[in-house]
């Protein structure tokens, strides 16, 4: 068919003879060739689909004569996205003509014959026609020859066939080219966003790199001084040089966010190293953009790469994604859901580094539309899934009318990620944004996991729709952070008061409506010297709540601030006032040295982490962690901190859990509370019973050191028995001046008067200046310095030392009192 075909004049006589019978013009020639001899892979396993990471696919053409391909692989190690090739170029061939058909029994002198009238002959090729006819190519000598044969030998009847003459076509010959590889990284990108990295980001694409680093080897010592690498891989120039740039891929989110802070400049904010551009583009839809950047760079089936290609004057340009080199071979080709290894790149072959150029700049303004759509698109909206093929943009805006209609659609296909992407088919997803954005607590609440669709404009169906969270993981879970001090805390210990550390705040109603962040800072430092100022942002559209922690340097500075936020009387206080409260994550974090003295964590946490695990199982999460700048975390797979302060972080699949989780945490810290506030309960009695013991034990001295009064001896030389007077040097086994009650102990016992023996808890024994107790028969002197009864009556108290308290006559048994408040008076 192509022999016949191809090549041949579309052009009537009339025309032929208007033309002086010229050769035609390749628009004026019938087109057809055999696809693979083009470049156009017709059964290329898998079949040639469209599939870019998180897309669907549909099938396309084998192929055109623009000779534009595409291949396909999984969702993300997809070894070759699309590929704009020039078509084989075909010339005609200025000496050469094509005759047929010709009689089947001539041979090469026969044909030979018949052409020689118009010129020198070469060559002469004859070749025997599926029909069964015979054709052939005859070269000549002169171009002119071969322009002469064309006019007399085509429509000549030969042996009762009308015969075709046409020139001959040959393939042009290739020009020399080059090969250029621009990996989607080092595309200029203004216009990128700012947004969040997925939790599970670990690469960095690092620029600048230090030149003794610019190696493999190198590199990867350097990037090691910033975190725990996985994985290096170099950027090189057409030469093969170091271009000074590298994907530098680590083996945590953390890692990877601490080396991005370590290579931002702190003061002028220039950056050194960013997010891999090219690991987002490998996530599809479950990358932070949520879009398929790779099918919208290509174009569908590679239409734009095509008109990139053409525009420029390239040979080829192909998107890839393998893990292969440079060199454009694709030795992946395996599917697999992990994009480590994986980086897209441009490869294109032209003539001139200048095309190439002009190729990148291309691109450039590709992916700044990507970022666009992005912004348009995708930021802030919602996202709907579970809805049929039958959905458009019109059955979307019917399902939102009631909800006030959508400023913006755009629809996507999501793929299964691992080794179920092979056989799961793409699951469509539309990103909405509403005209009222108020409205979408109300969408979400009234449309998730409920059917909707009227059966006849629009397919019922069952919908998930949800907010677009910031700080999510690729698999679609997402991060919620609760600062402790968010929680309700009925229950918290009102007994306790602020401790001379504690030098943080946590406000509440925020005016931001009125002051930015440097305004609320100044506000602060009017109490005193501010050391941070924390706002908390809410966990889906991530603006400040109105909440936040403000920290002191100075107590006092604190205290004032906490009078000045605390109204005089609470029933005239506005629901919406600034308020502030003492910062429960501070005492948290002073573990038993707070106010409490209660190592809070401790309790929530668990001696082995139970209570967390506990609290997991029953918020249905699938990831708890406590984090605060002060606490060292051991699990690489936690999410960076939201705040120097105690808080909770869940990995959460269903937005219905984020209540749970909020829920059972306030019941959790309420028990804790209620246990702080028993012991600080228990604690207080224990010091009530203390204070009594302590003022009987006071008031039971000041009795015996009182001012003399009636009744009260006096000691020799004039000195009342209640004041200090010589005593005399300390015996052995005395009791040192102690001014207290008898001391028994010594060699001596107690009076043999029926005097108890001491209590247990008197430890040893001192017996009063003069030795042992006193003899009871008749004329027995009793105590030194204590009066006794015997038969001489009471003694004198000589030697400076009081009687015992109460003693106005005779000597008797010391009074047995009460127990006061469970604790032995100093008589028992």
Known sequence: AVQTLHGTDLRTAAEKRTANFQAPNESERFWLQVAAEVGVSVNSTPPPVVLAPGGGGSTAAPGNATGVKVAASSTVARPIVAVATEAVRKRIKANGVYLSPLPPSWADSDVKLLASPYGTVEAVKIEKLPDGQTGAYIDYLKESAASSALGGLDGLSLMGARMRCVMQEETEPPKPTRQFVIYIDELATPSRPEVQPKLDDHELFVTDIPRKSRSEHGVLVWASNLGDVDDVMLVRDPAQRSAGKAYVRFRSHGDALKALKGLTNSTDGSKQAWWSESERALRGTRGPYGIDVLRRLAGEGGVRLKEIRQAHGAVSLALRTDADDASGADTSGRPTGNTAGHRVRFVVQCESISQADLCRVALSAELAKVHEAYIREVCGSLVLRGFPASWSEKSLKFVFASFGGLSSVALEEEQ??????????????????????PAMEKAVSNLHQTKVGDGDLVEECVVSCRRLHPQAWSDGTFCVAVFIDQLAMNRRPQEAGAGPED?????????????????????????????DLHLITHMFSA???????????????????????????????????????????????????????????????GADGSGLERLKQEAKLKGLWVLAESLQQKDRGAPPASGRQLHFVGRIQDEANVWLFRELLERALEATHTKITDRIEKRKRKAEAAALVGGSLKADVAGSFSTPTAGIPVAPGGVPATETAALPPPEAGANNGRASGWHPGGSGGPPAHSWPGPPPYWAG??????????????????????????????????????????????WHRPPMSTTQGGKATVFE
């Not at 943080?504 to 931001?512: A, G, S, T």
């Not at 006193?774 to 009687?803: D, I, L, N, R």
């Open 416 to 437: 299964s990620i691992g080794l179920a992407a092979e056989v799961a088919p793409a699951v469509r997803l539309a990103y909405v944004k509403l005209r009222n954005e």
């Open 503 to 531: 030098r943080e705040l946590f406000v509440q109603n925020l005016p931001l409506q009125d002051m930015n962040r440097q305004q609320l800072q100044e506000y602060f430092e009017g109490f005193g010297e501010v050391e």
């Open 543 to 605: 603006e400040p709540t109105g909440e936040g922690y403000v920290r002191f340097r100075q107590h006092r500075d604190a205290q004032r601030c906490i009078e000045a936020l605390t109204p005089s009387n609470p029933h005239e206080a506005e629901p919406m006032d600034l308020a502030g409260s003492w910062s429960e994550s501070e005492r948290a974090l002073q573990r038993k040295s707070n106010s409490y003295r209660f190592n809070l964590i401790a309790e929530l946490v």
């Open 765 to 810: 024994w001192r017996p009063p200046p003069g030795g042992g107790p006193p003899e009871m028969g008749p004329g027995g002197a009793g105590y030194e310095g204590y009066p006794f009864p015997g038969p001489g009556g009471s003694q004198a108290a000589p030697g400076g030392y009081p009687p015992p308290p109460g003693a106005a006559g005779p």
